[in-house]
């Protein structure tokens, strides 16, 4: 099913969800990971792939990219990215636990309280989205950052 066609109003609610947290003050590439990694987590093909590319428009390395997936045990990641991926991966994983008050302590320590509500936005955002993508089978690969996409007009042009 499109549900892009078959319901507007679900997919401009979800825009509108994006452009908050785009413009919320969290940067690009710590969103980028969130986003990647809950995506990883339920298994949103769609969602990693377009999310991935975003990433490395934006400028991510695909050391980074790469190892995202055991990111406890790579170097490559900030305490404060680090705390947002453990944070991503509770508030996914909800239903197994909750959040435990020790996580929420750490996260506390590298995220203000308005930046820990936006960092749970986009988690929720994206768990959103994947819910979407993977229900009405959205077929990766097709997607283009918008970055690639102009850069490519501009070259035909």
């Given at each position: 099913m499109n549900y892009y066609q078959a319901a507007p109003g679900v997919v401009t609610a979800m825009r509108s969800l994006d452009s908050y947290i785009s413009e919320c003050g969290l940067d690009a590439p710590l969103l980028n990971l969130v986003k990647i990694r809950a995506s990883q987590l339920n298994g949103c093909a769609y969602c990693i792939d377009m999310h991935t590319k975003d990433a490395r428009a934006d400028g991510e390395t695909e050391q980074r990219l790469y190892a995202l997936d055991a990111w406890?045990?790579?170097?490559?990641?900030?305490?404060?990215?680090?705390?947002?991926?453990?944070?991503?991966?509770?508030?996914?994983?909800?239903?197994?636990?909750?959040?435990?008050?020790?996580?929420?302590?750490?996260?506390?320590?590298h995220f203000g309280q308005k930046e820990l509500a936006d960092l749970t936005l986009a988690v929720v955002a994206i768990n959103g989205w994947n819910r979407l993508a993977i229900s009405f089978r959205s077929k990766p690969g097709v997607y283009q950052p918008k970055k690639v996409e102009l850069a490519h007009r501009a070259r035909t042009a």
């Open positions: 406890r045990e790579a170097p490559f990641y900030t305490e404060r990215e680090r705390a947002a991926l453990a944070w991503a991966e509770a508030v996914t994983h909800i239903s197994q636990g909750h959040v435990p008050d020790e996580l929420y302590k750490d996260v506390s320590r």
